[in-house]
């Protein structure tokens, strides 16, 4: 499960496009960040399940990756492209042959495309040219179809698929995306075999048009994910900001549990857009986020690098500045060295008494936020060195205050109170997480 959001510079602050993903995914699946070179020559190319030739030439790519995949849940390339995926269910049972996945097609589009409009031609003609299928869960097994928000300076494009079919709709002001199909009759175009199809089964209106969410979607799936609720969340958060939606308001929307004045990690009625794992078939929780300041020629990403993004800190990164260091790439096990399971340390130490927690950092994680956007406007204009030095202070500092957060937990007892305590408890074993 996961949501995205898009804000186009009309409805921005600054004057810029936003881009926002969390990437839910399981507990322990953990989803390092990592800067793709360009490549040239071609040749064969691997992907997740697949191998298929690779372009004479690719564009540099910031990837939000879970460990395991060729692919990413999100990320940008060197000209401002911005892509993020969402599992999408529709009442044709999503193909297990392995196939192309919705992540590997986040990659290929960074990897091949200079500008949104690029992406979504290079992403549809592979997704008709190879179809999607195959696992996509980690400990547990998960089918899906895709969607996606494409993104760049200029415009931005809500793309959905079932099998190879897809259909684009061009995004006039801002929108939000979640596990749920929404393009209805406004979509801008249709795959020629999903209009086909459309025609045979009676869809079509007079206007030759139809509705492809109404067509497409599993109610009992979207039940099940909060799909449609989780997206009307989004726009509606979107509609309240704008027209001075600012990076960070996006990372409040990233961090929104709703308006349940008695929400808790164990006490979740449906799916928030920050989203927490729990026992039972909630399994999936925000393993990482990311929201991405687009302008023509620049472009500054917001990384957590971390799970929960209510309790992470996002921390700026630029291609001229490079990637600040993590430690080694994190797997599934638990490894004090990396950026990622050393904030699951917090993240579920927190989780014995998580209200009380949250209230007692997130006065000091929106301050800083302001003062790391503070430095880096400043230090834009300021040159290559002074920009790179800006950008690792804010990584040092976001590093100590996690650091502090965690010092001063009371560490004693168990993981959380009753089946949910005892469902993280088990994945911690899983992981090797030391106890504390």
């Known amino acids: 499960m996961c949501d995205t959001l898009v804000a186009l510079a009309g409805s921005t602050a600054r004057g810029a496009a936003l881009f926002a993903k969390n990437s839910d995914r399981e507990r322990n699946e953990a989803q390092g960040l990592e800067l793709s070179p360009r490549r040239s020559g071609g040749g064969d190319l691997k992907l997740t399940y697949l191998t298929i030739p690779d372009a004479p030439a690719t564009h540099a790519c910031l990837l939000s990756r879970p460990f395991w995949m060729w692919g990413a849940e999100m990320g940008a390339n060197e ?102 199909y929404s393009i209805g009759r406004t979509y801008d175009a249709v795959s020629v075999d999903l209009a086909a199809h459309a025609r045979r089964e009676g869809w079509t209106g007079a206007d030759g048009r139809f509705d492809v969410a109404a067509e497409l979607l599993d109610p009992v799936r979207d039940a099940a994910s909060f799909g449609r609720g989780r997206c009307a969340r989004g726009n509606a958060l979107l509609d309240r900001a704008a027209p001075r939606v600012t990076p960070g308001s996006m990372m409040a929307a990233l961090r929104d549990h709703g308006e349940d004045p008695d929400w808790s990690p164990a006490n979740t009625h449906g799916r928030t857009i920050c989203m927490h794992a729990a026992q039972g ?20 990403h917001w990384l957590t690098g971390t799970s929960a993004p209510c309790i992470s800190l996002f921390k700026p990164m630029l291609f001229e500045t490079g990637l600040p260091p993590q430690g080694p790439a994190p797997t599934d096990r638990f490894d004090d060295e990396t950026l990622w399971w050393r904030h699951e340390r917090l993240h579920r130490a927190l989780l014995r008494d998580f209200s009380a927690g949250l209230a007692s950092i997130e006065g000091e994680r929106d301050a800083l936020e302001a003062e790391f956007q503070a430095r880096i406007d400043g230090a834009l204009d300021a040159g290559a060195e002074v920009l790179k030095r800006a950008v690792a202070e804010c990584w040092r500092e976001a590093d100590a205050a996690e650091a502090r957060w965690l010092a001063a937990l009371d560490r004693g007892g168990a993981a959380g109170h009753g089946a949910h305590g005892r469902s993280w408890a088990r994945l911690n074993q899983v992981a090797g997480l030391p106890r504390t």
């Open 79 to 180: 000209h401002g492209v911005a892509i993020g995926n969402e599992a999408q269910h529709a009442k044709t049972p999503a193909e297990r042959k392995r196939a192309l996945t919705g992540m590997d097609l986040v990659r290929l589009g960074l990897e091949r495309a200079a500008t949104a409009a690029q992406a979504v031609e290079v992403m549809t003609g592979l997704l008709e040219r190879y179809g999607q299928g195959g696992d996509c869960g980690h400990l547990g097994r998960f089918y899906y179809n895709n969607g996606f928000i494409v993104a760049d300076a200029t415009e931005a494009y809500v793309l959905e698929t079932a099998g190879r079919w897809w259909a684009v709709e061009r995004v006039a002001n801002h929108r939000a995306l979640s596990n749920a």
């Open 281 to 300: 078939p909630r399994r999936s929780q925000s393993v990482a986020s990311m929201v991405s300041e687009l302008r023509p020629g620049r472009a500054v």
